[in-house]
């Protein structure tokens, strides 16, 4: 079993940056591939980015690509996405994720194990 939670949340203004961080606790993080999704009110839930776990190979949506990154600290169980040039259709309830020996999907169904979430409200 894994536990996610999430951290780092916040309401900014367009263009500021947030750097949001999810630890991981009960098994080995290193072992696990890592995802962010985000869910805006009354919308799906979709895919921001996400981590392999026997690489570092990182996969993007392409409405963040170029503005969020992600990245691990396995040594902190640690998974953290840099957001910056925060537009307001940002604005979501970020969720973080993991799969043991997962390939970074961008399928939410492909993870096993999700926190419950950090709200990012980004104002115009």
């Known amino acids: 079993q894994v536990q996610l939670v999430e951290s780092g949340g916040g309401l900014v203004q367009a263009g500021d940056s947030l750097r949001l961080s999810c630890t991981a606790s009960g098994r080995t993080f290193s072992s696990y591939a890592m995802g962010w999704f985000r869910q805006a009110p009354g919308k799906e839930r979709e895919f921001v980015a996400s981590y392999r776990w026997s690489s570092s190979s990182t996969y993007y949506a392409d409405s963040v690509k170029g503005r969020f990154t992600i990245s691990r600290d396995n040594a902190k169980s640690t998974v953290y996405l840099q957001m910056n040039s925060l537009k307001p259709e940002d604005t979501a309830v970020y969720y973080c994720?993991?799969?043991?020996?997962?390939?970074?999907?961008?399928?939410?169904?492909?993870?096993?194990?999700w926190g419950r979430g950090t709200q990012v409200t980004v104002s115009p």
């Open positions: 994720a993991a799969r043991e020996y997962g390939l970074g999907s961008r399928r939410g169904s492909e993870y096993d194990y």
